[in-house]
């Protein structure tokens, strides 16, 4: 998620379910953004480019 490594596991008395609660969608756009990168990297250079195949 581009944390630092016990942002939210380290906090003391937190439970997993509390930790998965305080995280949120926090991963939702670095996801979308590695997806649209692999489906660019899969289209070739062109579709980077917002040309036509």
Known sequence: ?????????DVPGL???AQLKAL?????PQQAA??????AARQGPDARLGRAA
């Open 15 to 17: 439970s997993r379910t």
């Open 34 to 39: 590695a997806a649209l990168r692999h489906l």
């Open 24 to 28: 949120g969608n926090g991963v939702v």
């Open 1 to 9: 998620m581009g944390l630092p490594a016990g942002w939210v596991t």
